[in-house]
Every structure is written in structure tokens, then in C-alpha cells.
């Protein structure tokens, strides 16, 4: 497995790997309405490849398979973070949060936070994230539960 820097021709298996990831791995926590509105079938790919700029994205590969993929932005906030059906539970995860926290260390950063599904939370609190709350958000008219999470790695530096 190796673990590099997003190039943009990523943008359209990454996409496929978003959508593949919500619609079965997520499944078991969020009803399909919900999945419709977090992962369309519909994508508009100049919004999404443009969603890639000013991260740093890191994604996975085995071979030539993309594994998975996690992005972090310059405040610490860790936005999509998705392993592919065929990759989960294989360390594929780790590998890249393990590249995500050194990157915000390499940025200076204190903390990282994420808002991580009812899926992702279990992986996170692995990681060393705690708990802030419990919330609800709205996305294209569905509400979700997610969690509002956060890390300390000061320690680290």
C-alpha cells in the first residue's frame, strides 16, 4: 500500500470511491434518503475537483487501485476521510490519518478535528479523537447525526 499526494486526475476515481463508500459502508447507519443526499448519483466534477484545492489530500493505492483518501485543511479540519468497501479494516485508514496528522504537525498545528458519521466515529476514537458533541446537520434538505470530534497533538511536536 502506498500512500501519496491527490493529483487531479484522482478527482474522477475518488468521486466513484465517495459514492461506492456511502452507499454500502454507510449503509447500516443511514437510511437511504440520507445516503441519496450525502453521496447523489449526480455529481457536478468541476465543483468537486475544485473542492480538492488548498487541502492536502492524501490517497491510497494498491497498485493501481485507489484504496482511499483523506484531506486536510489548513485549520486542522479533517474533511472527507473514506476507505473503499474492498480496503476497510485492512489499515488502509491509519495509514492515511497517520500522513494527516503529519502534515498538520509539519504545519504547526495544535489540534485537529473532524466531523466524523456514525461509520467513521469508532475509527476516530482508535486515533485518539474525543468526543465534543453530538449534533445534527442538514445537507440538501436531509437531516444527519454526526459527531464533532477533535485531538490534541501537541504532544507530538
Known amino acids: 500500500m ?3 499526494k491527490f493529483t487531479k486526475l484522482d478527482s ?3 468521486a466513484k470511491l465517495f459514492y461506492g463508500t456511502i452507499h454500502t459502508v454507510n449503509r447500516s447507519d443511514y437510511a437511504p434518503n440520507q445516503l441519496k443526499a450525502w453521496a447523489p448519483e449526480e455529481r457536478d466534477m468541476s465543483d468537486w475537483e475544485k473542492s480538492f484545492e488548498n487541502k492536502w489530500v492524501f490517497v491510497a493505492c494498491d497498485e493501481f487501485v485507489i484504496a ?11 474533511d472527507r476521510f473514506y476507505i473503499s468497501k474492498d480496503f476497510i479494516a485492512l489499515g488502509v485508514g491509519r495509514k492515511i490519518y497517520d500522513e494527516l496528522e503529519d502534515a498538520a ?3 504547526g498545528l495544535d489540534k485537529l478535528f473532524v466531523e466524523a458519521s456514525i461509520t467513521a466515529r469508532p475509527f476516530f476514537e482508535k486515533m485518539g479523537f474525543v468526543l465534543l458533541k453530538e449534533q445534527v446537520v442538514s ?7 454526526n459527531y464533532a470530534m477533535e485531538k490534541d497533538i501537541s504532544g507530538r511536536k
Do not use: Q
Open 2 to 4: 502506498k500512500i501519496r
Open 12 to 14: 474522477v476515481p475518488l
Open 68 to 78: 482511499g483518501f483523506g484531506e486536510l485543511e489548513p485549520d486542522g479540519h479533517i
Open 105 to 107: 504537525l509539519n504545519l
Open 139 to 145: 445537507l440538501r434538505g436531509v437531516n444527519f447525526i
